[in-house]
């Protein structure tokens, strides 16, 4: 089983900054995809940004620019850097990555548990 730990989220003034960090652990025998999600209070969950086992990124136009996705896949962690926050960007972010626990397994999508983000204005 392969379990996501999420960490990073806090309080932060618009315009600062935070860090994401997600980290796969449990038995993995490969990770492909990795990305983060965000749900906003009487939102839908969306798509933030996602990045491949070689290093493709794709990002929602909100936060181009200001945000910056990457990976150690060494570590099987990902990073989301959020640069300029602003008020909207207030949600619980989610990380998510598509993954083999066994070389016999196909892949199946995880989930973390979610890290709040808050930016006050």
């Known amino acids: 089983q392969v379990q996501l730990v999420e960490s990073g989220g806090g309080l932060v003034q618009a315009g600062g900054s935070l860090r994401l960090s997600c980290a796969a652990a449990g038995r993995i025998f490969s990770v492909n995809d990795m990305g983060w999600y965000r749900q906003a209070p009487g939102k839908q969950r969306e798509f933030v940004a996602d990045?491949?086992?070689?290093?493709?990124?794709n990002y929602a136009d909100s936060v181009k620019g200001r945000f910056t996705i990457s990976r150690d896949n060494a570590k099987n962690t990902v990073y989301l850097q959020m640069n300029s926050l602003k008020p909207e960007d207030t949600a619980v972010y989610y990380c998510n990555a598509e993954a083999r626990a066994r070389y016999y397994s196909g892949n199946n999508l995880y989930w973390g548990q979610g890290t709040q983000v808050t930016v006050s204005s």
């Open positions: 990045i491949s086992s070689a290093g493709r990124t």
